[in-house]
């Protein structure tokens, strides 16, 4: 009975690992996802501003203003999602220091 009380404990021990493992790339693979998401934002905003002034000088404007209602927000936009996307990557480095130092990932922390 003693091998099979090993044997069971054993099982339990690794399946949880395992889990906890998948949580963790799996929390990766959302950060990262979200990641690009707000890259492609960012260069949405850019081909939006392009095509606004682009529309500009095609009406005949000899100048633009940086002011502009349009390219501020296009902008803010961008900054933004910069600043996202910087704080992803120090929750992706979080994770992986846990898991290089082995101590427990906060799984709590992932931005779904």
Same mark, same amino acid.
């Given at each position: ?26 929390? =990766?693979?959302?950060?990262? =996802?979200?990641?690009?998401? =707000? ?5 949405k905003n ?67």
């Amino acid at each position: 009975m003693g091998f099979l009380k090993d044997a069971r404990r054993s099982f339990l021990k690794y399946s949880e690992m395992l889990i906890d493992k998948t949580e963790e790339y799996t929390r =990766l693979a959302k950060l990262n =996802l979200e990641i690009k998401r =707000l890259e492609y934002m960012i260069e949405k905003n850019h081909i939006e501003i392009g095509e606004y002034v682009s529309g500009k000088i095609a009406e005949g404007a000899a100048e633009l203003r940086l002011d502009d209602e349009t390219i501020k927000t296009r902008h803010q936009n961008i900054l933004a999602n910069r600043e996202t996307i910087a704080a992803r990557r120090r929750e992706i480095e979080e994770i992986k220091q846990a898991r290089s130092t082995g101590g427990p990932v906060d799984p709590g922390k992932a931005a779904d």
